[in-house]
């Protein structure tokens, strides 16, 4: 019993110093509305190990970041199974950005070996911009500073463009 026991710590002693999988992604990147986007991450471990990955959104096991449901569903594409393997690329391509994609984004990797072994990186946080609002914000700050005869256009150019010129979707 007390063998076994032994056992059990030393086993136990020797999986923790061989934990080699560390994962690493890029802290911030930003994007405007309607573009897409690459969420960088990669991972460090001894050989070519079998493996996968999954993103998940908010926090390390918040909504799973897949093609098939959610928010992000026909927005998402990953690297190639070669990329995974032998790049240690665990990438993923995010499309027709909306703004509410903002927020953190983690990668989790997973590697198949004699024991299963997971880690992940301390999450991407994703700033998608506005498209057109800003745009019109910030052309208003620059006329203010002008004359109010140009303000004045402004504000009809922009009521005018808020009737006929305004759309929330890409393209
Ligand atoms: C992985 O490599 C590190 C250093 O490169 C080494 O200390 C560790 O023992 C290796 N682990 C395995 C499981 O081979
Ligand atoms: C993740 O954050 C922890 C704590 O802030 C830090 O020690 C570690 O180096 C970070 N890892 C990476 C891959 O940046
Ligand atoms: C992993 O990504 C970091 C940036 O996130 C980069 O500096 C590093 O070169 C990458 N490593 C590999 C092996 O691609
Ligand atoms: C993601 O879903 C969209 C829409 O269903 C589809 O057109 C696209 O091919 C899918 N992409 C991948 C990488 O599976
Ligand atoms: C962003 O998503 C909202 C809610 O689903 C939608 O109304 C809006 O049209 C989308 N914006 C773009 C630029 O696709």
């Not at 405007?32 to 993103?55: H, R």
């Not at 918040?62 to 990953?78: H, M």
């Amino acid at each position: 019993m007390l063998d076994g026991e032994i056992l059990l710590i030393i086993l136990t002693a020797v999986q923790a110093s061989e934990q080699t999988l560390y994962v690493y992604q890029t802290p911030k990147v930003s994007a405007t509305e309607c573009s897409s986007v690459t969420l960088f991450c990669n991972f460090t471990s001894n050989g070519t190990i079998p493996g996968f990955y999954k993103w998940y959104r908010h926090s390390v096991w918040g909504p799973e970041v897949t093609n098939t449901s959610g928010e992000l569903r026909g927005r998402v594409s990953i690297v190639r199974p070669a990329e995974f393997f032998f790049h240690k690329s665990a990438n993923i391509h995010l499309h027709h950005l909306n703004f509410s994609d903002t927020g953190l984004y983690i990668c989790v990797v997973t590697l198949l070996a004699n024991s299963e072994e997971t880690a992940h990186g301390n999450g991407t946080f994703l700033e998608v911009k506005r498209l057109v609002a800003d745009g019109w914000k910030s052309q208003l700050a620059i006329t203010i500073g002008c004359s109010t005869i140009a303000v004045i256009t402004v504000l009809i150019l922009v009521a005018v463009g808020g009737f006929l010129g305004y759309h929330n979707k890409c393209e």
